[in-house]
């Protein structure tokens, strides 16, 4: 009663939405597709109405009739002849005797396309079977349970006839066309469709919630030709900041980044847009500075397909920062760190243990000149060298880069420098700060791990994990003072990065 005196002034419903038709009938359908996943297969509305109050506000009466709970029965196969129906009623994995539910029957039939893969239909559409076709019929009820036979039409193996690409104005469609796993002349794939709309929205250049794949087959002749229809998105980035305050007093950071270079047509102006795009090449410049105190400068150059035939990547990058410890308004010629090196590195896609796995082997230089820089070891004056290679065997299945639903991320990488004091062959027991680290010597690893899982709807789980191992050669020398795990801080002072930290 106080409820119904409160209503014209105050409403206490959960929900205040307003009433529309489309979604009040997709609305009964979900409540009937609740009972069918929890065996009231016969589940119906028998009447509803919708009407106003006294008040003004809509009504809805519906009476249900919830009808017996079904459980499943036997189910038999007929007409399949490519897989035995051992192997058939194991994918399905529903046991005699289960709650019916006619969601899980379908996902496990194809019926319901979905990403994860796994069901009947994908297993045939895998291995080229296009127009292949199951139809679950009731066989028989008795009492409460639900007896299935399964018609199962394998058809011919359909062959990828053509393949087209629309929407890539300013990218090359090579550039697309060689992230393919559909190619003419192949067996048609389902998960081959799935895993070329990743390698598409991984590259970046596109809207990944926009690829379209549309498969045509050709009953007539056995093939099919598929479209890729894709729309660009702008992928270069500029980034521009300033700070002022504190001890810093002035800071600024100037970067850019073009994902999608062509260096080929870098002297051709119609290509350029601003800059000459669309060969999926990377070109990065990004430089920060406080003034005289703190000034660096990163420039590097990607080509994701080195000769243009094989995925193997190359990288090139050079550095230049210079810090000096002297706070604002002293000389800060009297006290700084400088740095100048780069480096190149080859990656390949490897085939072992699967083909998302990447292979990448780099050659790195750094060259360290320190004046009156107290440094960790008691490194204050002098020069250091560091020349290390780096190994890094990654596996990437993200679905998404952008928002990612599913998949992981996972690396394992070994940096290490030539022993040069057991190549030396001198005793460091008494030698000086400056003979030790003149070649800096250590080995390292890393270990990085994200794991994605769509739990429902847009909730997804991740699982992140990360390991760090530092070693040295000479037990007289002891770590270096360069390459050193810090952990916490905010990521900020990038000239954190200046001694490899």
Known sequence: KTRKVLNPYARFSLSSAKFDPKKYDESKDNLLNFYNSLGFRDAVVERDTVY?????????????????????????WRGNTRYPDSLLSAILNIKKGAIYNREVLYNKLG???????????????????????????????????????????????????????????????????????TLPGNKFSRSDLIRTQREIANLGFFDQEKIGIKPTPNPSDGTVDIEYSVVEKSSDQLQLSAGFGGSVR????????????????????????????????????????????????????????????????????????????????????SSYLKVIGGGVSISKRVKWPDDNFVLSVGLNYQNFFLKNYQLLSGFVDGYANSLYFKTVLSRYSIDQPLYPRSGSDISLSFQFTPPWSSLSGKDFTNASVSEKYQWIEYFKFRFKADWYQKIIGNLVLKVSAKMGFLGYYNSTIGYAPFERFQLGGDGMQGFQAFVGR
């Open 52 to 76: 106003h109050n006294n008040a003004g506000n809509l009504n809805i009466d519906m009476q249900v009739k919830e009808g017996h709970k079904y459980y499943f029965g036997n189910i038999t």
């Open 250 to 333: 002035f800071y600024g950071n100037v970067g850019i980044a073009f994902n999608n270079f062509s260096i080929k047509n870098i002297f051709k102006p119609k290509f350029w847009d601003p800059l000459p795009v669309g060969d999926g090449q990377r070109l990065s410049i990004n430089y920060q500075s406080n003034g005289a105190f703190f000034n660096s400068l990163n420039c590097s150059f990607t080509e994701p397909w080195l000769g243009g035939k094989k995925p193997i990547s190359l990288t090139t990058s050079l550095i230049g920062s210079r810090l000096s410890s002297v706070g604002l308004g002293g000389d800060a010629n």
């Open 111 to 181: 019926k319901t396309q979905t990403a994860e893969g796994g069901d009947i239909s994908g297993l045939y559409q895998d291995d080229g079977y296009l127009f292949f076709n199951i139809d679950p019929q009731e066989s028989s009820i008795t009492n409460d349970t639900i007896n299935y036979e399964m018609r199962v039409v394998e058809g011919p193996q359909a062959t990828i006839k053509n393949i087209t690409i629309v929407g890539n104005d300013r990218t090359n469609e090579y550039v697309l066309r060689r992230e393919l796993r």
